[in-house]
């Protein structure tokens, strides 16, 4: 396999989410030897960026050089900066495939890709994960840049003073007139998911019905296999006992009538063994014709039905003002930024990702427990104690496939340093969940094939606008041992939380850690989970007595 993150000639800078943007932009020969692109809100720039819709943008704000097979980009002295993966840029940067580059902490977003086809996968890369606790960076999903202490606290000298901020009239009117659009598409957007609900759910019907009739003809193809055999074994003892009796009565000296009635049965017999023998070849060639390519599908079916279940957590802490109930802004990363409670600039707030799956129709979700953990830091710590400000930790869910964020409350965290809890979400129409939940499935043996769920980088990966799309990784269960699972397979930071399950798509397990090397880096080829039978603590909910198991 080809080097995803290798230097490749001919890079590539692909627009993400950038209204009016779609296609990835060439870099732009040039006759000194060079290849540029230039972007910013002037008519000037290779890439001209819409004035109204980027105002942080400043006017010529970033350059990308590719020169003697280095891609570099350069801040053009912007206004408020050039960062890559998050990190503000000093002048210039080296970039490579799978770099995010932004214009400003709230302006566009470029991902560098190689010059490979558009066909072919984008690869997005991770951060170096070196730490004290390696484990605990699974469920590091993504996030976001925080705010250098010392702007954060320099941020409460003015949040009592809760200033408000008018527009004109005109600005009023053209956000109106945006929020009508947008209400529009929504309800576009809504119809076209349920449909697209409709569709998967008789999908999914349709496959559960196909898989049953397969199983059932396949149970019913070995039983008759079984009998065909049992009477096969019958029908010989049958002929050998007329044999011996033929035997027996010619040194007797029977009489011909009895001979040809002996005969006569031992013909019979023969005929009805000749036959059952051709019934049993027949039937071990419809097994044969079940195994493996259309068992194989029809099992797969049940790892589908798993995916549809399965949820990226989205868990952030953000500072509130009590009285306006309104959330800190701060425009820029410049430490002398100030804040404010109107929108403008960036949120602040602390932010993480995970993943779980949906196991009850009343919206029971499980999960690992590190992954719903409040998100905290010094700063943000030190900021909701002042006087008229408060932290406020929230959950919300969005399900594989689709973009719709629901809030979500922690309902139950198991004891006995079990790393699971259960979340819950109000049950909406047609929301996926995983029929036939079991928490008593055992783990199979180890060799057999295993499938993991969920939302490797969170955030950091490439998805498709505001939907999310979980991953699907293959592999094989490599051992049990100390009460936890290693998978062999891939296993990234916003794993955490996600199911393993079998061929068949049972759950056997919930993803939880990766291995460390000897360095305290991740080995993401190796994983743990945890025995699904250690979510009884947790469910079924209406067992009290569950949680003593």
């Known amino acids: 396999m080809t080097d995803p993150f290798a230097k490749s000639p001919g890079p590539r800078i692909k627009p ?25 809100r002037g008519e000037g720039n290779d890439v001209a960026l819409d004035p109204d819709r980027f105002p942080s943008v400043s006017g010529e704000h970033a350059r990308f050089e590719f020169v003697d097979g280095e891609l570099r980009v350069v801040d053009l002295d912007s206004r408020n900066g050039v960062l890559v993966n998050g990190e503000p840029v000093d002048g210039s940067a080296i970039v490579v495939a799978g770099d995010q580059v932004r214009l400003g902490s709230i302006g566009p977003r470029f991902l560098v890709v190689g010059g490979r086809g558009l066909s072919d996968t984008v690869f997005v890369r991770a951060p170096d994960v070196v730490g004290e606790r390696v484990e605990t960076m699974v469920e590091q999903g993504s996030r ?30 053209r956000a109106r007139s945006l929020e009508g659009q947008l209400e529009l598409a929504a309800a576009e957007i809504a119809a076209l998911e349920e449909r697209s609900l409709r569709s998967e759910e008789q999908a999914d019907s349709e496959r559960t019905a196909r898989e049953d009739r397969i199983r059932a003809l396949e149970a019913s193809l070995e039983e008759r296999t079984s009998r065909l055999r049992d009477s096969i074994v019958e029908r010989g003892d049958e002929e050998a006992r007329l044999l011996a009796r033929i035997e027996e009565l010619e040194l007797g000296g029977a009489s011909r009538t009895a001979m040809e009635s002996v005969q006569l049965e031992l013909s019979q017999t023969r005929a009805v063994l000749e036959a059952t023998r051709g019934e049993l070849d027949t039937a071990k060639r419809r097994v044969e014709l079940l195994d493996p390519v259309n ?3 029809a099992r797969l079916s049940g790892v589908r039905q798993v995916r549809r279940s399965i949820v990226l957590i989205e868990n952030r802490t953000r500072i509130r003002e009590v009285e306006t109930g309104a ?50 830091s010094a ?60 928490a008593k499935s055992p783990s199979p043996e180890p060799g057999s094939d295993i499938f993991l769920f969920g939302f490797p980088l969170g955030h950091l990966a490439v998805q498709e606008g505001e939907t999310v799309i979980a991953s699907t ?3 094989i269960l490599s051992r049990n041992v100390g009460g936890q699972m290693q998978v062999d397979a891939g296993v990234h930071p916003g794993n955490s939380g996600g199911p393993i399950t079998d061929a068949r798509g049972r759950v056997i397990g919930v993803v939880e850690s990766v291995q460390a090397g000897p360095d305290r880096s991740a080995v993401y080829t190796i994983g743990y989970g945890i025995p699904i039978v ?16």
């Open 379 to 438: 700063a943000l710590f030190t900021l909701s104690s002042a006087p008229g400000l408060e932290a406020v930790h929230e959950l919300r869910v969005v399900f594989s496939g689709t973009p719709t964020r629901y809030p979500a409350r922690v309902e139950a965290v198991a004891t006995g340093g079990v790393d699971l809890a259960l979340i819950k979400i109000e049950p909406f129409p047609e929301m996926p969940w995983l029929r036939g939940f079991d």
């Open 144 to 173: 976001r840049t925080v705010l250098r202490v010392a702007a954060l606290l320099s941020l409460l000298v003015v949040t009592s003073a809760g200033a408000l901020w008018w527009v004109d009239e005109e600005r009023d009117e």
């Open 473 to 475: 990784f293959r592999g």
């Open 534 to 549: 250690e979510a009884r603590r947790l469910w079924p909910r209406a067992a009290p007595e569950s949680e003593e198991d």
């Open 295 to 297: 068992l194989a599908q």
């Open 327 to 376: 959330f800190m802004h701060v425009e820029g990363i410049d430490p002398a930024s100030s804040p404010n409670f109107d929108g403008r600039g960036n949120e602040l707030s602390l932010e993480s990702t995970g993943s779980g799956f949906c196991i009850d129709a009343d919206g029971w979700i499980l999960t690992n427990a590190h992954v719903i953990e409040e998100p905290r």
């Open 16 to 40: 993400i989410e950038v209204p009016g943007l779609e296609r990835p932009f060439d870099l732009i020969e040039r006759g000194d030897g060079t290849a540029t692109l230039m972007v910013g």
